[in-house]
């Protein structure tokens, strides 16, 4: 599991993870935050529907992608949290299983 | 000149990039440093400021020799671009980036592109799932955010995955095991490059001192092995590894894969620089002559983003990349050009000495670069197997560009960063040639993914 | 040597579409293509199966496109039956958006034409910017409208081009990788030769894109086709909310989004030019504001083989009967009628089909 080890922690702020409230240092990008809270499955691969998360860290893989307030493939490594900010697992199914 | 017009454009803020900044400045030259990150630094210096005020001793003193640099560049003139994403670079010397979601143009007389480097693909059963990253992951988490995993598992090869085994273990974070990769005959092979190592005879004792700190610390060391993979369903929950013919289980929910870096090509390729095959280190490599010049005139590269020479190499070539840039649009003499670079090429000949050895010992093994198990997915965003594209060289793909086309594999989001290498290799494998002779995919802008929106809000320059 | 029924030259869509239905048509059939990294029009297709507008002014091309549209649900069946892929076919009608008044009001006049010189066979509907939004709810406010077709649908251009190579083998269809350096009439037969082999055939079918040019004279035809740069950007995969193709945007299977086009004069050159590129962005935008914030991850170009007047060249030579010239812009949309309709009629030994006589090169010495 992922845990914190600075003994200088920055203030806490609230991030909503499918709607649960989870309070993170303010200073850390989107993907650190959700894998200290213990969170690692970030989306649903198109093709197979694969759990993914992030990868690399350096945002070169693509992997971390994430819905952030309303948007689809947020590079999650990439992007700060602040406060009230709303994250959600991406889904984003192929047409034809759309259809089904 | 005119607000977005420069001097000097620079791409990447790591050694490389800042160390050109810094001397191109001190020169009067008027300096554009165009960076993704928050901070410069690169990701081998990532976050050292941040850092000082932290406790963090056991981050190593290469990692603090960085310090100097950065503020250097911080004193510097230098006008500094912090998350700015590069999507363009056309070959004449127009750079297009984006910041907070608006598209901006730039105009450089001289380009240097010092971009950095990336993970090598890891390409073995089970990479895919869910709670597998790479060593330089946890590099970064715990530069950037002081954030360890404990319980992993380690596997691979190369000076990084020794270093942040270092790091956790002085931190005193339990590691579940460490499997290490690198191929016995490696160590016999490497022998008759030792000579040229010895000018930095400093590195290689620190390695060794990781290795044995490692073996003391107690912490589960495995090595020599012939095989290893990841399992799980939905996400990870063991590492198997085949030793003496016997396959062993280590149950563990995280895994950091690493086999070494390579240079991040697509933006000196996306600007049409031209690239070579390195066979001692598997990779592709950007063409440079002796200043950093590539083959398209007024660009640059500096740094890993050509061949991976590590940090004080890429601050060396940064700056003789500078002072060629300078003498290039007449700020400097020619003559200044070869003097001032003197004590930087002395330095990057000693740092260059120890390549040989260190690029042939922990050059990863053949199976690890180019899988046998075909439902190892190769293209991680398409998520195309060996199997697919095994399928489609037998139907007469005798490319990475046709075999893009009959799979999908590299029109993801990544461009090929992850799958690139290991398809030029598959498929040189298959087709019984050189990589050399395969080649890369044909890379085209953006090179990082741009809205339509910034894309269309762009004025011309 | 080698014995071929027929050679084809050319291994893109038109080659393979007419190498399969050779194949399909009994005879031993050989195909050659191009090294890796050579100009690909194939490889450039937005993917639309395309029929209102074809041939406003010319109802021969309408009435070819529209015999070949009809035979594309069986074409893609029979292709998915025998290899497998799926092409991810769908004719459910396109839209061809009208951005302002003026083309709006051309727009219906050509439609009109179009339905009265197929004797009402061809049919569209003219919808404004209200009826627009009930079924593409998303559509950009400034949108005047669009003509619809019920004719109109798209493929997977990549994989149409895999399954025709793969079906293309399992007939016992032979391909070689390897540049065609000579083709000589010998009688009544033909000799193709690369730079290693020669192989005889007593047909050859020149389906190579540009190097019809250089191939042609040989056997006696012509086909004078100039380049025309058109750049397609690609998205990231969105949650699908666009289920017909259109003239400007398509979504494919898996959510990516294909924005085009531009038509460029710039030659050979397959590189991409940031202004053009703005203008499909922005064009986008109008149609589709909610793209506002959607990624591109790759911008590409490719080369249209294009005629001065557009239209395809269909010849049989008469100085070396056997050896025929095809050449289009339209791959995809004609795959159909050049797989089952050309093909079988070349491997019956004949002429072309009189309805394609017009399609002579010879329209062009004037």
Redesign the interface.
């Known amino acids: 599991?992922?845990?914190?080890?600075?003994?200088?922690q920055s203030e806490l702020i609230t991030i909503y993870f499918e709607g649960k409230a989870l309070r993170v240092?303010k200073?850390?990008?989107v993907a650190?935050a959700l894998?200290?809270a213990g969170i690692?499955?970030f989306r649903e691969?198109?093709?197979?529907n694969?759990?993914?998360?992030?990868?690399?860290?350096?945002?070169?893989?693509?992997?971390c992608?994430i819905n952030i307030d309303g948007?689809?493939?947020q590079q999650s490594?990439?992007v700060?949290v602040s406060d009230g900010m709303k994250i959600n697992r991406q889904i984003?199914?192929?047409?034809?299983q759309?259809e089904q | 000149m005119s607000n977005n017009e420069y001097d000097i454009i620079i791409i990447g803020s790591g050694p490389a990039g800042i160390s050109a900044a810094t001397l191109a400045d001190h020169h009067k030259a008027r300096v554009l440093v165009l960076d993704e990150n928050c901070a410069p630094g690169g990701q081998l210096y990532r976050a050292i400021e941040k850092n000082q005020k932290n406790d963090n001793e056991w981050l190593g003193q290469s990692y603090q020799d960085g310090l100097p640099l950065v503020e250097a560049f911080r004193e510097s003139h230098v006008n500094y671009q912090r998350s700015a994403k590069v999507w363009h670079l056309s070959n004449d010397k127009v750079v297009h980036y984006s910041v907070n979601g608006k598209a901006y143009a730039a105009k450089g007389r001289q380009i240097l592109i010092a971009t950095g480097a990336q993970e090598r693909p890891f390409p073995i059963p089970g990479w895919t799932l869910n709670g597998v990253m790479s060593a330089g992951a946890a590099q970064i988490l715990l530069k950037e955010s002081g954030v360890v995993c404990e319980n992993a598992v380690f596997v691979g090869t190369g000076p990084l995955l020794y270093l942040i085994a270092h790091q956790y273990i002085s931190a005193g974070i339990a590691i579940k095991a460490i499997i290490d990769t690198t191929p016995r005959g490696n160590y016999l092979r490497a022998i008759k490059y030792v000579f040229g190592a010895l000018g930095s005879i400093k590195n290689i004792l620190q390695g060794w001192r990781w290795k044995r700190e490692i073996i003391r610390s107690g912490t589960l060391y495995i090595y020599n092995i012939s095989d290893v993979k990841i399992n799980g369903i939905n996400s990870v929950v063991s590492v198997e590894y085949c030793q003496k013919g016997k396959w062993k289980n280590i149950d563990c929910k995280y895994v950091f894969l690493h086999q070494g870096i390579t240079p991040e090509i697509n933006t000196s390729l996306s600007a049409g620089c031209n690239k070579s095959w390195n066979e001692r280190q598997a990779c592709w490599t950007i063409d440079i002559d002796q200043y950093g010049q590539s083959s398209v005139k007024g660009i640059s590269v500096a740094g890993d983003a050509s061949s991976i020479a590590g940090g004080v190499a890429a601050a060396q070539r940064g700056s003789i990349a500078a002072l060629n840039m300078l003498c290039n649009i007449d700020i400097i003499s020619s003559n200044n050009r070869e003097v001032f670079s003197k004590p930087f090429k002395r330095k990057l000949n000693a740092e260059m000495a120890a390549r040989p050895f260190i690029d042939t010992l922990f050059r990863p093994h053949s199976r690890y670069r180019v899988p046998t198990s075909s439902n190892t997915i190769i293209c991680r965003c398409e998520e195309v197997t060996l199997a697919q594209i095994q399928e489609s060289i037998a139907l007469g793909c005798k490319g990475p560009s046709q075999l893009k086309s009959f799979t999908r594999c590299g029109m993801g989001p990544c461009q090929g960063r992850l799958c690139g290498l290991s398809v030029s290799e598959i498929l040189a494998k298959e087709l019984r040639v050189s990589a050399k002779q395969i080649g890369y995919y044909k890379i085209r802008p953006p090179i990082k993914p741009v809205t339509l929106g910034e894309l269309a809000s762009l004025d011309e320059v | 040597m080698s014995n071929f029924d027929s050679v084809v030259v050319g291994g893109g869509l038109i080659g393979a579409s007419i190498a399969y239905g050779l194949a399909r048509s009994g005879q031993r059939v050989a195909m050659f293509d191009e090294v890796d990294n050579a100009i690909r029009a194939a490889r450039g297709n937005f993917g639309l199966i395309w029929v209102q507008g074809k041939g406003a002014n010319n109802p021969y091309y309408a009435t070819w496109t529209r015999q070949s549209a009809k035979q594309w649900p069986d074409f893609s069946r029979e292709l998915k039956e025998l290899t497998g892929i799926d092409l991810a076919f769908e004719q459910n009608g396109g839209f061809d958006f009208c951005l302002n008044e003026v083309e709006f009001a051309d727009r219906q006049i050509i439609m009109e034409k179009m339905t009265v010189d197929s004797d009402d066979e061809f049919s569209y509907e003219m919808l404004n910017n209200g009826q627009l939004k009930q079924v593409l709810p998303n559509i950009g406010p400034t949108v005047i409208g669009a003509s619809f077709s019920k004719w109109d649908g798209h493929v997977n251009p990549l994989y149409l081009l895999k399954a025709l190579h793969k079906a293309f083998k399992q007939l016992g269809g032979k391909l070689y990788i390897n540049p065609i350096t000579d083709l000589q009439h010998q009688g009544k037969a033909f000799q193709v030769s690369t730079a290693t082999t020669n192989y005889a055939c007593e047909k050859v079918i020149l389906a190579a894109g540009f190097s019809n040019k250089t191939l042609a004279p040989k056997v006696g035809l012509n086909v004078p086709v100039y380049p025309q740069r058109g750049e397609i950007l690609v998205t990231e995969k969105v949650k699908p909310f666009l289920h017909h193709p259109t003239g400007y945007v398509r979504q494919t299977q898996d959510g990516g989004l294909l924005l085009g086009d531009s038509h460029e004069d710039v030659g050979f050159d397959e590189g991409t030019n940031i202004n053009e590129i703005q203008q499909i962005a922005k064009r986008a935008i109008t149609i589709f504001p909610y793209l506002d914030s959607v990624k591109i991850i790759r911008a590409w170009s490719s080369l249209r083989i294009l005629t001065r007047d557009g239209l395809p060249i269909y010849d049989h030579s008469e100085s070396c009967p056997g050896a025929y010239a095809l050449s289009s812009h339209s791959g995809v949309t004609l795959a159909a009628v050049h797989a089952l309709d050309v093909a079988s009629c070349i491997a019956k030994g004949d002429s072309l089909s009189p309805s394609l006589t017009c399609f002579s090169a010879k329209r062009f010495d004037v």
Request: negative net charge.
């Open positions: 599991m992922f845990r914190s080890i600075n003994n200088n240092q200073d850390l990008n650190t894998l200290e690692s499955n691969t198109t093709i197979k694969e759990n993914r998360g992030p990868y690399c860290m350096m945002g070169v893989c693509f992997d992608l948007m689809d493939n490594c990439m700060k984003t199914r192929n047409t034809s759309d």
